[in-house]
């Protein structure tokens, strides 16, 4: 089940931002820019690096990028309590990785719960 958690949770991250690559270049240059500049700036932009360097810094991070990150999780949080189970009923054959998750909801709009169609109608 942790693996299942771990998809939805990666899968989110491709849904509230719709890629990798933009939630990289908006550490690097929103709230948390400075951060990225002290702690990140040498890591190679893609598949989630800035984003892994960021929160292994975490507790050395801004209040402001703190205060981004925490509210991203909130929003994680969300995402995973409305579409955990769409997700178990639609997707249980679905191998994890490379948004193939999330590509299967979508390819189930139609059936999907109220409270997880409205993350994809966002």
Do not use: W
Not at 5 to 16: E, I, N, P, Y
Not at 38 to 66: A, T, W, Y
Not at 112 to 120: E, I, M
């Amino acid at each position: 089940m942790k693996t299942f958690r771990l998809m939805l949770v990666v899968a989110f991250a491709f849904c509230l931002v719709s890629s990798l690559a933009y939630a990289e270049d908006h550490a690097r240059k929103g709230v948390c820019k400075a951060d990225y500049e002290k702690f990140c700036k040498d890591v190679k932009p893609g598949d989630g690096r800035i984003i892994r360097c960021m929160l292994q810094h975490e507790n050395e991070l801004s209040q402001g990028c703190r205060d981004q990150i925490a509210a991203a999780r909130e929003k994680e949080e969300a995402f995973v309590k409305a579409c955990k189970p769409d997700a178990a009923k639609l997707c249980k054959g679905v191998k994890p990785g490379h948004g193939r998750i999330i590509k299967c909801l979508k390819a189930n709009e139609a059936q999907l719960s109220p409270d997880c169609g409205a993350y994809f109608k966002k």
